[in-house]
Nanobody, 126 residues
Framework: QVELVESGGGYVQSGASLGLSCTTPGTTFSVLDMAWFRQAPGKEREFVAAIFWKGTSTRLSDAVRGRFRISRDNDKKSLYLQMNNLEPEDTAVYYC???????????????????WGQGTQVTVSS
């Protein structure tokens, strides 16, 4: 079992920036494809961004492309999501997720991932 812990959520105004982090105390992080998902009240969990285990390729949803950036540091066993120009529609609980060989086999489907963090709340006011 891989434990993932998110941090960095908060309350910001529209147009602001916020950075999220996801870390693990385990040793398998560097071989995991990683992703960020989000879930707003009353809505299904939604794909935000994914990154290949080597960090050499990323995918972003249409809703966040151009505003968000996903990155990772395997030496620090950490995943990041830099969110710029936030909008009220970005308000949600953000989750990091991980799994082996997920990037090329369905990176945007939450059911494909094996490991999940507890989530961190991001609230954007208008």
């Amino acid at each position: 079992q891989v434990e993932l812990v998110e941090s960095g959520g908060g309350y910001v105004q529209s147009g602001a920036s916020l950075g999220l982090s996801c870390t693990t105390p385990g040793t398998t992080f560097s071989v995991l494809d990683m992703a960020w998902f989000r879930q707003a009240p009353g809505k299904e969990r939604e794909f935000v961004a994914a990154i290949f285990w080597k960090g050499t390729s990323t995918r972003l949803s249409d809703a966040v492309r151009g505003r968000f950036r996903i990155s990772r540091d395997n030496d620090k066993k950490s995943l990041y999501l830099q969110m710029n120009n936030l909008e009220p529609e970005d308000t949600a609980v953000y989750y990091c997720a991980g799994g082996i060989d997920k990037y090329t086999t369905g990176h945007s489907s939450p059911e494909n991932y094996d490991y999940w963090g507890q989530g961190t709340q991001v609230t954007v006011s208008s």
